[in-house]
């Protein structure tokens, strides 16, 4: 459980694994404890200046002790939230516009899937021999042939040390 | 003033920038005739992983048709003959002739739609200047839009247009393979004596070579779909082909992006077949394989190993 909640925090579980864990995470309350000591570790490492032990539990203490105003809104107020309301939509607006222009001028910026290549590694890394003719039907009518020539037909002849001759 | 002024600069900008990408264009059109046309021989080191191996090739022009010989200098002997579309491969004493393409383009170079797809699917970068092998090289980088394919560094001799150098690059920047000549000749004066002998090797070979080996495909229309291809690869080709060790016919796919390719492979699954699923990978091309429903199915590409297996799970059967 330990070793998965780590994998969880670096990012390496896929997304249903990451449902499953979560889930199981909210029902047992010693795994919430790791949850909670591990990002506390984390944030140890790279802030050392501010630590914020239990900080879910503190906010809700003081949440308890903030006095509830019970007396009707006035009406300046519902203007002022309105007036809120709009200047937040305008910024919402530029913040799009502006997100739109670096889109426009610098498209790395444009958002990349959260998925990531070498997370996955092959179960048996090297092709078996009978692959080979699928590799080499590929080869035929790869693209990578009109630049590369012949040279890219490597990948279809290539030994390994750990691979028997045939 | 100041606004219209600031859009004739973003329209200025955007012209420049278009024409500097048609000048990485126009060195890709470079580097695709110049493999074909150029005679040069050479010493390459091919690496991926822990797996280094360096090998010879000598690629000649003779009256209008090419002739290839790649040649492996480290391990079992290996060697691989490409003339006219017609690939041998001499391994462990033998030579079986493996592939034959009949009518294929005598010269084959990127087509105009293969590099608007390249535009469209890759950012093209001028990545500066190089040295390989000793001579001065151009370096352009293709960088993807999405992470299911891998990003491309090649170095392109200024002169000839021949690439001496290229690297497949993961999402996190590491190298998954990479390909660099050591020793190269260029020109005049690369050595053809085997070209003769490899002329008549082919004609004894025609001989051997069984008929249900000749693997000229047809094509078809099967009714096979694959729904969750990455955006911008396109069908290139549909064929029901013989394949080496098969009884019957499979049917290949084959879907480009202008720089990458993924095969698709179906076939009806041998009945005392174990090896139900698989994952592997040789460099950049991961081959991922599944038996659904009595189909095998098979997808090989140079595309990262989330890609085959995104794609090998959304092929279907569509009907005709």
């Known amino acids: 459980m330990k070793h998965e909640i780590s994998a969880l925090m670096d990012g390496e ?10 889930d199981q995470i909210r029902r047992d309350p010693g795994a919430q404890g790791d949850w909670a000591v591990y990002h506390l570790i984390g944030d140890v490492l790279r802030q050392p200046d501010y630590i914020h032990q239990d900080m879910g539990a503190r906010v809700s203490e003081h949440m308890q002790n903030e006095p509830v105003i019970l007396a009707p809104r006035s009406r300046a107020l519902k203007q002022k939230a309105r007036m809120f309301a709009l200047s937040a939509a305008a910024s919402v607006l530029a913040v799009g516009v502006v997100a739109w222009m670096s889109l426009q001028i610098n498209p790395e910026a444009a958002p990349q899937m959260a998925m990531r290549q070498s997370d996955i590694r092959p179960v048996n890394l090297q092709i078996q021999p009978k692959s080979d ?4 039907a590929h080869q035929e009518f790869s693209t990578s042939n009109d630049m590369n020539g012949g040279a890219s037909y490597i990948r279809t ?6 691979e028997k001759p045939q | 003033m100041k606004l219209w002024l600031g859009v004739c600069g973003l329209l200025l900008a955007a012209n420049a920038c278009a024409a ?23 010493v390459f080191v091919y690496q991926y992983g822990s797996h280094v191996e360096t090998s010879r090739i000598a690629h000649v022009t003779e009256k ?5 010989k790649l040649e492996s200098m480290d391990g079992p002997k290996r060697e691989i003959i490409r003339h006219h579309g017609q690939v041998w491969i001499f391994s462990n004493h033998k030579m ?5 393409q009949q009518g294929k383009i005598r010269f084959p170079s990127l087509l105009p739609d293969q590099l608007s797809a390249l535009n469209e699917n890759y950012q093209v970068k001028d990545a500066g200047t190089g040295r390989v092998a000793g001579y001065n090289t151009q370096i352009i980088l293709f960088q993807p839009k999405d992470t299911l394919r891998y990003s491309h560094k090649i170095w392109i001799h200024t002169d000839s247009g021949l690439l001496l150098k290229s690297e497949v690059l993961n999402d996190k920047n590491q190298v998954v393979e990479q390909y660099t000549f050591t020793q190269l000749q260029i020109g005049s004066g690369v050595d053809r004596s085997w070209i003769a002998s490899s002329n008549a090797m082919g004609a004894t070979l ?10 000229t495909g047809k094509s078809v229309n099967s009714g096979w779909v694959v729904d969750a291809l990455p955006s911008g690869f396109k069908k290139t080709m549909e064929v029901l082909r013989p394949m080496h060790g098969k009884h019957a016919p499979v049917l290949q796919m084959v879907f480009a992006d202008g720089l990458s390719a993924i095969s698709v492979f179906i076939e009806p699954a041998d009945s005392d077949e174990d090896d139900n699923e698989g994952l592997s990978s040789r460099g950049a091309v991961n ?11 098979n997808v090989v590409g140079e595309v990262p190993s989330l890609t085959v297996m995104q794609v090998l799970d959304s092929v279907r059967y569509n009907g005709k």
């Open chain 1, 13 to 22: 579980l896929f997304e249903d694994e990451t449902d499953i864990l979560f």
């Open chain 1, 133 to 136: 003719d699928y590799l080499m």
């Open chain 1, 157 to 162: 002849v290539t030994y390994s040390p750990e």
């Open chain 2, 20 to 42: 500097e990408v048609q000048s990485r264009l126009d060195w890709l059109k470079t580097v695709a005739f110049a493999s074909h046309q150029t005679d040069y021989s050479g």
């Open chain 2, 64 to 68: 209008d048709s090419e002739y290839e």
């Open chain 2, 96 to 100: 079986v002739q493996v592939d034959s």
């Open chain 2, 206 to 215: 025609k001989d051997e070579v069984k008929p249900s080996l000749n693997p």
């Open chain 2, 287 to 297: 081959l991922y394989h599944k038996v659904v429903n009595n189909t095998l199915l």
